[in-house]
């Protein structure tokens, strides 16, 4: 048999565990994780490679109905996603009721073009660590009515459970196909990418509300040096009331968060890590066509 590769698109609503899942299926922590809905913002690709394989893997933004221009150009990269892929993975959340039949028209309408595409459809249904397998059964049964060509398997993306076997799935699902990328990378992204996500996850954990959603992080400089790597970063926010939360009392709260993100970065860059973190408000740069051009590659 030849040499096998493709796309692996994954959708889903926010929180269903996409990125905790990539991330499972790749072995690596690409994607940032929080508790929080929509904490992934761009199309960020990993890629698995064995010496008959290449399978990459194409985490994307959580699918709403979009209220302002920056979640508008998160759903544009949900519908580039459905426009490229060789196999389908839905994730779905087993602990929400509706995971499936209820959400937004944005949402339904992704789900009426998987039900209709004939490029083949994985089903994880995930989180099943915190169901009863009674539960998970009904569940099951629902989504096979809903798909009834799909391969559905029940996993827990958080433990690892039954990812193997949707990995292998995936791999018998794969066309034959020369690599796309050189088989030595893992991601599309530099590591300047990877920094600036590092950061808004701690962003999205120290703070609430819209803060999180209201930050961006701009790398201004990334240097590797023999034993350390230094980043120059800034938090864009909107307004000045915005920034005096981000800084907090005395700088408490950003000296916390960077000290964080410094100690996140030095693990996923094996290194000592310089970090400089300073913000700066943006007015209303989640509107900025132009801006959001540049930031949402
Ligand atoms: N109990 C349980 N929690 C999980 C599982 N998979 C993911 N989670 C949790 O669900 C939350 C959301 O996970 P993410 O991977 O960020 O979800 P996502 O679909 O990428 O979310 P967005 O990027 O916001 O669209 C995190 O708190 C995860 O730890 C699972 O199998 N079981
Ligand atoms: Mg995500």
Redesign the pocket.
């Known amino acids: 048999m030849g040499h096998k590769a493709g796309y692996v698109n994954i959708l ?10 990539m991330n499972a299926l790749l072995g690596e922590r690409l ?10 913002r761009h199309r960020i690709l990993g890629i698995y490679n064995d010496e008959n394989h290449q399978v990459i893997f194409s ?1 994307s ?2 699918i709403i109905e979009p209220a302002y221009k920056l979640q508008e150009k998160m759903m544009d990269l949900v519908q580039e996603s459905l426009s490229d892929a060789d196999v389908f993975l839905l ?1 779905l ?1 087993a ?1 929400d009721p509706d995971s499936i039949t209820q959400g937004g028209d944005t949402f339904l309408s992704v789900i009426n073009q998987l039900q209709k595409t004939n490029i083949p459809v994985v089903i994880a249904i ?5 169901l009863s397998q009674d539960a998970v059964q009904i569940f099951g049964k629902k989504i096979r009515i809903l798909f009834p060509k799909a391969e559905i398997l029940a ?5 690892q459970f039954n990812t193997y076997e949707l990995f292998q799935t995936i791999l018998k699902l794969l066309p034959e196909h020369p690599p796309y990328f050189d088989k030595e990378d893992i991601s599309n992204r530099h590591l300047r990418f990877f920094a600036s996500e590092i950061i808004r996850e701690k962003i999205l954990e120290n703070y609430s509300q819209e803060i999180p959603y209201s930050s961006h992080v701009a790398i201004l400089s990334f240097k590797e040096e023999v034993n350390i790597t230094r980043i120059d970063a800034e938090i864009w926010v909107e307004k000045e009331s915005q920034k005096a939360i981000i800084i907090g009392k005395n700088g408490k709260a950003l000296k916390k968060t960077g000290t964080e993100a410094r100690l996140a970065l030095e693990k996923f860059l094996n290194q000592k890590v310089y970090l400089s973190l300073n913000v700066k408000v943006k007015p209303e740069w989640r509107k900025n066509e132009s801006l959001l051009n540049k930031i949402l590659l």
């Open positions: 889903g609503k926010p929180n269903a565990g996409k990125s905790t899942l994607s940032i994780v929080t508790s929080k809905a929509q904490t992934t985490d933004p959580g994730v959340d602990t995930n989180k099943i660590d915190n996993i827990s993306a958080l433990h």
